[in-house]
C-alpha cells in the first residue's frame, strides 16, 4: 500500500500541468520632468522696415548668459555701422530716428548673413525690452528687427 500511495503521488505530481513561474513586475512612479524654468524662451522671424531682412531668431541660455541668436539663414543688405539693439520700443512704432531711445547695445553687426550669437550684458532683462533691431547707427537708417 505505501508503494501504492508513493507511485500515485508521483503519478499526479507528473500529471499535474506545470506551473510557470510568474515574473514579478515592479513599477516604479511616474518620473517627475523638473525644467530649469517655466517661461518659454522668445523667438521670432525678422521683420523688414527699410531693407530687405530674411531668417529668424532665438534668445537661448547657455553658460549662465542669455543670447540671441541668428539663424543659419539669416540675410540682409550689408551697410554702415550696422549695429544690434535691444529696445523697449515694439518692431511696428519704431523708426530709425527712434530705435536708439532707451535701447542696449548688443554689439556690431557681425555678418550680413549666416548664424551668429549676441550676448546680453550682464544684468539686463529681456522683460524690459519689446525689439531685438538691426539699425545702422550712424544714418539712423532701421534695418529691420523681431518682437521680443
Same mark, same amino acid.
Not at 540682409?76 to 530705435?99: C, Y
Not at 548688443?106 to 551668429?116: E, P, W
Not at 549676441?118 to 539686463?124: Q, R, W
Given at each position: 500500500?505505501? +508503494?501504492?500511495?508513493?507511485?500515485?503521488?508521483?503519478?499526479?505530481?507528473? =500529471?499535474?500541468? =506545470?506551473?510557470?513561474?510568474?515574473?514579478?513586475?515592479?513599477?516604479?512612479?511616474?518620473?517627475?520632468?523638473?525644467?530649469?524654468?517655466?517661461? =518659454?524662451?522668445?523667438?521670432?522671424?525678422? /521683420?523688414?522696415?527699410?531693407?530687405?531682412?530674411?531668417?529668424?531668431?532665438?534668445?537661448?541660455?547657455? +553658460?549662465?548668459?542669455?543670447?540671441?541668436?541668428?539663424?543659419?539663414?539669416?540675410?540682409?543688405? +550689408?551697410?554702415?555701422?550696422?549695429?544690434?539693439?535691444?529696445?523697449?520700443?515694439?518692431?511696428?512704432? /519704431?523708426?530709425?530716428?527712434?530705435?536708439?531711445?532707451?535701447?542696449?547695445?548688443?554689439? /556690431?553687426?557681425?555678418? +550680413?548673413?549666416?548664424?551668429?550669437?549676441?550676448?546680453?550684458?550682464?544684468?539686463?532683462?529681456?522683460?524690459?525690452?519689446?525689439? /531685438?533691431?538691426?539699425?545702422?547707427?550712424?544714418?539712423?537708417?532701421?534695418?529691420?528687427?523681431? =518682437?521680443?
Amino acid at each position: 500500500m505505501k +508503494n501504492f500511495i508513493k507511485t500515485s503521488l508521483i503519478a499526479l505530481a507528473l =500529471a499535474a500541468p =506545470a506551473v510557470a513561474a510568474v515574473p514579478s513586475i515592479a513599477y516604479a512612479a511616474p518620473a517627475t520632468v523638473i525644467t530649469a524654468s517655466a517661461q =518659454a524662451l522668445p523667438s521670432g522671424d525678422f /521683420v523688414k522696415k527699410k531693407k530687405s531682412i530674411k531668417g529668424d531668431w532665438t534668445v537661448v541660455q547657455e +553658460n549662465s548668459q542669455t543670447i540671441i541668436r541668428f539663424s543659419d539663414d539669416f540675410k540682409t543688405k +550689408n551697410g554702415p555701422d550696422l549695429k544690434i539693439f535691444l529696445s523697449p520700443q515694439s518692431i511696428g512704432s /519704431v523708426t530709425g530716428k527712434t530705435a536708439v531711445d532707451g535701447a542696449v547695445l548688443l554689439g /556690431v553687426l557681425k555678418s +550680413n548673413k549666416g548664424a551668429q550669437d549676441y550676448v546680453l550684458p550682464a544684468g539686463v532683462s529681456l522683460a524690459s525690452f519689446s525689439s /531685438v533691431l538691426i539699425h545702422c547707427e550712424a544714418y539712423s537708417i532701421l534695418w529691420g528687427g523681431g =518682437a521680443l
